[in-house]
Structures are given as C-alpha cells and as structure tokens.
C-alpha cells in the first residue's frame, strides 16, 4: 500500500483486473462492516451525459453505521459516506479510499478524531489488501 500522492486519499496499485478489484472492495468492506449504499461508475454517466470516453472508473459510498452514528450531528453528513474509488489508469487497477481523518479535520470535534482513526484503519486495510489480493 501506498498513501496517495494527495493529502486525501489513502491509495494503492490493486494486483487484480477493473470487475475483480471491485468485487473485492465490496467484500472487504462488508468484512469490515461497511455497506455500500450506491455505486457510482463514473465512466458511463459520462458517456451518457457527455458522450466522453475514459478508462473504467467507480466509486463505491461506503457507510459503517454505528461508526456513523456516533459522529452524526445535524450537518456531519455533509462528510459522509467513506467513498473507496477503483480505476484503471495506463493499464493497471488503482483503488483509493478517502484519508477521514483529513475529511473530519474540517468538522472540528476533537471527538470525532477516535471515529476516524477506526475508520481509517479500515479503509487503509481494504487499500492493503486489494493491493496484496
């Protein structure tokens, strides 16, 4: 695993193809007691929407209810869910998931900062483990 270039996202270069990485990003995260409420392929909502063309791109929102729950106030949501993204870039798989204790920063409540440090270790294990599958 490698923590990505930008301050945000904690990322890695996943050993499996597009489809079997995010099959695998679905089951670890459901291992780690994280759903996936939407998938979001980015690829074809620009196709559809722009008639552009780029390589394979999706975005999985990823929630740990009781993680969430425990930092939710009125306008925390704004912040959630935990997007964990799997591309393709020049050939090869990428997987990259949101850095939470950067994205909390914002919130202010030192509070939150336990919740995110559970959550980043999650999030940075699902990275590890498509990076090692």
Excluded: H
């Excluded at 729950?69 to 949501?77: F, I």
Aim: charged share 30%; with cysteine.
């Amino acid at each position: 695993m490698t923590t990505g270039q930008l301050p945000y996202s904690i990322s890695g270069e996943a050993s499996l193809p597009f489809a079997a990485a995010i099959e695998c990003a679905r089951r670890r995260l459901g291992e780690a007691s994280y759903g996936v409420l939407r998938e979001i392929d980015i690829r074809a909502k620009l196709e559809e929407k722009l008639g552009v063309e780029r390589e394979p791109y999706v975005i999985l929102d990823a929630c740990n209810p009781p993680l969430a729950k425990e930092g939710l106030d009125l306008e925390l949501g704004v912040l959630l869910p935990c997007n964990v993204i799997v591309y393709e870039k020049e050939g090869s798989t990428r997987v990259a998931a949101v850095e939470p204790e950067r994205m909390l920063s914002v919130a202010g409540n030192e509070e939150l900062g336990r919740s995110a440090d559970r959550v980043r270790e999650d999030l940075a294990r699902v990275v590890e483990e498509l990076a090692s599958s």
